[in-house]
């Protein structure tokens, strides 16, 4: 399959460069957590809506890599949808970036299907990505945050540290190989933390990274628009 490219900038502690990164390969990892009680928990919270428990942890889903945008609105086929935030690994070669994302998933159908509820809906990022080398050393104080909006009404969704989600390098080792697709070229959604909540279906999803080492912010959000059915 042809690769699609993704135009990102690269914020650095020495400045700003646009990247025009080409996606060969998309994945989306679940169940990522690192604390037994919080991974158990999402377990649960998934399984409330009838999502099957996973086989082993953590899973790997490979998409198509079309799915994969920096846009701010998005089409849906059912209002049983939602967003959910996650660190996003951008790799190419020796370069990794970090980013930020949602991986928007259809929640009616993911009780019949996991990869089907998530191949049907894109995979958005926030346009901007971090070297990976500039927060190595304080990963695990870097928050990521959601908001969703309900019915005119804006709430904080989920919110938790790097340090509760496998790291990068935990997450690359785990990939399984030898399976054909390439490993360079790739987008890769870590999985996400638990809401605050449960799940909330909403016209709009915001999220954000923050980093308080270097004092700066990742953001961005898009809007949720349900297609009319005509059966």
Known sequence: MDHIKLNLVVESITGKHELTFPVRRLICAGWAGKDKKALQAHIDELAKHGVPAPTRTPIYLNFS????????????????SSGEVEYVIIKEGDRTYIGVGSDQTDRGFEKFSIPASKQMYAKIMAPVVWPYQEIKDHWNQIVIRSW????????????????????????????????GLPTDGLVLFSGTVVTKMGLVYGEGFDFEMEDPVLGRQIRHGYHVRVLPQYL
């Open 65 to 80: 890599p079309y799915l994969v945008t920096t846009s701010d609105a998005i089409d849906v086929v059912t209002g049983e």
């Open 148 to 179: 969703t909006t309900s019915g005119g009404k804006r709430m904080l969704y989920q919110e938790d540290a790097l340090a509760t989600i496998l790291d990068v390098e935990a997450l690359l080792e785990q990939l399984p190989k030898d399976d």
